[in-house]
Structures are given as C-alpha cells and as structure tokens.
C-alpha cells in the first residue's frame, strides 16, 4: 500500500514540476545604458532602494562585470 502511495505521489509531483511555468511578475528585464560619468555606485543608488552594495553586487553577476570600470555606451542589465 505504501508503495502504491509513494508512487502515486512521483507521479504527481512529475506533472506539476512539468506543468509548472514562471510567472513572469518581474516584469521585462530592464537595461541601461552608461554614460560617461557613471560608477557603479551611482546606477545602484538610482535604480535600487536601500543599500547599494546589494545592487553593486547584482549588477557585477548579471552583467559578468571583473572591475569597476565602465566604458560609456556599454548596455548594462537590470536585474
């Protein structure tokens, strides 16, 4: 009977995880495109509230950003 149980429940699970679509709440993903005066920190504080070492940080991963350098023009993603 248990067996019947655990399966029963494999099964289930298989179709939900299957059937199971991102909801998209987030909205469209947002870039953003530097200017020449503009740090990292600047586009943190704009774009995201509270600490901007979070945003920093998001934005480095995002965009697979090694250093603190920007060049002007670059298209950044807003996570």
Known sequence: ??????????????????????????????????????????????HYAGDPREGIWKLEHLNHLRGALLNPGRKLLLP
């Open 1 to 46: 009977m248990f067996v019947r149980i655990a399966s029963l429940l494999a099964v289930v699970a298989a179709i939900v995880a299957f059937a199971a679509r991102p909801s998209g709440g987030a909205g469209p993903q947002q870039t953003y495109v530097v200017k020449a005066t503009d740090t990292l920190w600047s586009i943190a504080t704009t």
